[in-house]
Nanobody, 125 residues
Framework: QVQLVESGGGLVQAGGSLRLSCSAS????????MGWFRQTPGKDREFVAG????????DYTDSVKGRFTISRDNAKNTMYLQMNSLKPEDTAVYYC??????????????????WGQGTQVTVSS
């Protein structure tokens, strides 16, 4: 079992920045690929960013490329999402997720075995 806890959400004005953190416990963090998803009411959970076990490779949805950066610190069992130039359309509940599969497929939500409880990000215009 893996426990994931997100933190760092909040209210920010458009153009501002936030950094989300996801702390993991229960399994060797470096054995897990990780991802960030987000969800708004009435919509499916949307892929935001993914990172491989080593952190060498990352992937982003087009709408956040150039604004968001995913990273991880395996020594601290923590993943991050640095969000800059935030827009009102980034408003959502953000979830971190862990994937134990051998093949990396970051965009597919069903691939992820473990999920955090989510943290709210609200961007005001």
């Amino acid at each position: 079992q893996v426990q994931l806890v997100e933190s760092g959400g909040g209210l920010v004005q458009a153009g501002g920045s936030l950094r989300l953190s996801c702390s993991a416990s229960g399994r060797t963090f470096g054995s897990l690929a990780m991802g960030w998803f987000r969800q708004t009411p009435g919509k499916d959970r949307e892929f935001v960013a993914g990172i491989t076990r080593s952190g060498r490779y990352t992937d982003y949805t087009d709408s956040v490329k150039g604004r968001f950066t995913i990273s991880r610190d395996n020594a601290k069992n923590t993943m991050y999402l640095q969000m800059n130039s935030l827009k009102p359309e980034d408003t959502a509940v953000y979830y971190c997720a862990a994937d134990s599969h051998a093949v990396w497929n970051p965009k597919s939500a069903p691939r992820y075995d473990y999920w955090g409880q989510g943290t709210q990000v609200t961007v005001s215009s």
